[in-house]
């Protein structure tokens, strides 16, 4: 009888830094590999949950095996493997949906703040299950006021310095991004502290003319240890990776 496959230790499995990195990035990321059937390597999923959105994009790959080089992208799971979904307070079950693009799902659910979250399902035939609880409180003290101003940089990256201050409830760490006029999101820094300096990345190529708005997600404990730890904590049974929530709060940014 052939040996059942097995997913809940890292054993014989590495996860490098860039697989974290999807956790907050997989709502831009791209997955360019061809899916591919489960051997032996571990799925990791990258799921978080923001609140007053109501898609929510994944990303399923699988972790490099212990022998043989690191692939240049990770190798997303195909969805006939992936049979997976988010149930909510009120017990309904919201299942993640391929997008079309290799190793992307989306779950269409109402995150709310506060509220706690299941995901269950199974990847490859096997069970997978982790919890998220969605902060419920996110101010930000300092800067203070509605907009926020900083200097343009000239013709070389610059960064942005300022002191903060956050209160929160249930956020264990920050993801700073920049949203343009057209949408597009980028990260230009994060924070494990409440209060401090932050040094923000600014780039000279941005059209800083052009409305700019600074997020900041609020996570919580699981996506704070999947995203700032040198060696990624995973709270998903049955897989690496995490599923967490997150909190944003938006400012209008002036950069002159």
């Given at each position: 009888m052939a040996r059942k496959r097995r997913v809940t230790r890292k054993h014989g499995l590495r996860?490098?830094?860039r697989y974290a990195s999807l956790f907050i990035a997989c709502l831009t990321a791209a997955c360019t590999e061809p899916p591919t059937s489960l051997g032996t390597d571990q799925p990791v999923v990258s799921l978080v949950l923001i609140a007053g959105q109501s898609r929510h994009e994944a990303v399923i790959t699988l972790a490099a095996p212990a022998s043989g080089p690191i692939p240049s992208t990770p190798l997303?799971?195909?969805?006939?493997?992936?049979?997976?979904?988010?149930?909510?307070?009120?017990?309904?079950?919201?299942?993640?949906?391929p997008t079309g693009e290799p190793g992307r799902f989306r779950v269409e659910l109402d995150a709310l703040p506060g509220h706690q979250y299941q995901l269950e399902g199974t990847i490859g035939?096997?069970?997978?299950?982790?919890?998220?609880?969605?902060?419920?409180?996110?101010?930000?003290?300092?800067?203070?006021?509605?907009?926020l101003r900083a200097s343009a940089p000239g013709t070389g990256p610059a960064f942005w310095e300022a002191p903060y201050r956050f209160e929160t409830e249930g956020g264990a760490g920050f993801s700073l991004q920049?949203?343009?006029a057209s949408g597009?999101?980028?990260?230009?820094?994060?924070?494990?502290?409440?209060?401090?300096?932050?040094?923000?990345?600014?780039?000279?190529?941005?059209?800083?003319?052009?409305?700019?708005?600074?997020?900041?997600?609020?996570l919580d404990q699981a996506a704070a240890q999947w995203l700032f730890s040198s060696t990624p904590r995973?709270?998903?049974?049955?897989?690496?990776?995490?599923?967490?929530?997150?909190?944003?709060?938006?400012?209008?940014?002036?950069?002159?």
């Open positions: 996860l490098p830094v997303p799971v195909p969805p006939s493997e992936v049979s997976l979904g988010v149930r909510d307070e009120a017990g309904t079950l919201h299942p993640l949906g035939g096997e069970p997978v299950t982790a919890e998220t609880t969605v902060p419920s409180r996110f101010e930000m003290m300092e800067p203070a006021g509605d907009t920049l949203v343009q597009l999101i980028s990260v230009i820094g994060s924070l494990r502290e409440r209060s401090g300096v932050w040094r923000l990345f600014l780039l000279p190529t941005l059209d800083y003319t052009a409305p700019l708005h600074l997020r900041i997600l609020a995973s709270n998903i049974r049955g897989a690496l990776g995490g599923f967490g929530s997150a909190l944003p709060l938006v400012r209008p940014l002036v950069v002159e």
